[in-house]
């Protein structure tokens, strides 16, 4: 009997013993309840990953030709070049990108914008006349001429556009039978500009009608109110071959005056007309003797960015004509008697 009670105790005493851990003593502190449940700690917001806004190749490229206009030429060149790093054979991106370079003076980059274009397109007029303006820029006048033919093969209606490109690169060339076609056809265009007295004056020289041209200019300049600067400063130079100094003196002064006033016309004959105009009166000035003058004009054109050499040999002229020619001291002559 007494081990029929054990046996019953013992499912007893774990429960005893579980309930004797669970609860704590009489002398044990109680814990205290929060008085209100803590805030829950909040999460980090997520920010949402932008997506990219897409732009086009066309979009970069008319942004290109808004900034170009607005005389951005960094910020046209980026867009351009975005519009050509998506769309490799964008031609015009290519044409509009050089043309930004050619406006920085960036040649080569031009030139390469040019044949990059021609390369997709051979047929592209546009890529054309940017070639040709950039070979007359870096002194390659002739293979301008013919970058010009072919853009005006492809498109006769720029002829107007790029005719003093045209007309300047044969003056370099010294493409005497250019220069004579080129003048008919402004003079046939314009048959009432008073620079038409100028295109067909200059061939007059060039071909060697030089007194021919010295009547035309001198009509031209009586017919014309208030002559411009260009019809003086050709006339200058027809005078000049014909040896007429001071006729070509009074003449490229009278150039001189008016450039002084704002006239702006010398800029269809020459890329940099203030040195031209300077180096026409100091051969001119040398050749009427008046040789202090014609050094003090050749260095001015040498200061403001002509080559020394190429006005060496006159400067030295002027220079050696001023200096009195030595008088022979006079001897006693002696006799001897034998």
Request: proline residues 9%; aromatic residues 10%; glycine residues 6%.
């Amino acid at each position: 009997m007494r081990a029929k009670k054990i046996v019953l105790l013992l499912p007893i005493l774990p429960l005893a013993l579980l309930l004797s851990c669970t609860y704590p003593t009489p002398d044990a502190p109680r814990l205290r309840l929060p008085t209100r449940a803590p805030s829950p700690t909040p999460s980090p917001t997520s920010t949402p990953t932008p997506t990219p806004v897409y732009v086009s190749p066309l979009n970069y490229y008319i942004d290109g030709l808004v900034r170009q206009s607005a005389g951005d030429p960094r910020g046209a060149l980026q867009s351009f070049t975005w519009a050509i790093a998506q769309r490799p054979d964008f031609v015009l991106a290519y044409v509009k990108r050089g043309s930004v370079y050619l406006s920085l003076g960036k040649l080569n980059q031009a030139l390469a914008d040019a044949d990059a274009a021609l390369k997709l397109n051979s047929a592209e007029p546009s890529a054309w006349l940017l070639r040709g303006e950039t070979l007359r820029l870096l002194g390659r006048p002739r293979r301008a001429l013919e970058a010009f033919d072919r853009a005006l093969a492809l498109d006769p209606t720029l002829r107007p556009d790029i005719f003093r490109s045209r007309w300047l690169a044969a003056l370099e060339a010294h493409d005497v039978k250019r220069l004579v076609t080129l003048s008919q056809e402004f003079v046939f265009h314009n048959p009432d500009d008073p620079m038409r007295y100028y295109y067909r004056g200059w061939a007059l020289i060039q071909s060697g009608e030089s007194g021919t041209a010295v009547r035309y200019l001198v009509r031209g300049i009586e017919k014309t109110p208030d002559p411009p600067a260009l019809l003086w400063f050709t006339l200058g130079h027809a005078y000049a071959a014909e040896e007429a100094w001071r006729e070509a003196v009074t003449s490229f002064e009278t150039t001189r005056l008016l450039v002084e006033r704002g006239d702006s016309t010398l800029a269809l004959h020459s890329e940099r007309p203030i040195i031209e105009l300077f180096g026409a009166l100091g051969r001119a000035y040398l050749g009427a003797r008046r040789c202090a003058d014609a050094e003090a004009m050749l260095e001015y054109a040498v200061l403001i960015g002509a080559s020394p050499h190429e006005y060496a040999s006159p400067l030295e002229e002027a220079r050696l004509c001023q200096t009195p020619t030595p008088t022979p001291t006079a001897y006693p002559t002696l006799r001897f008697t034998q």
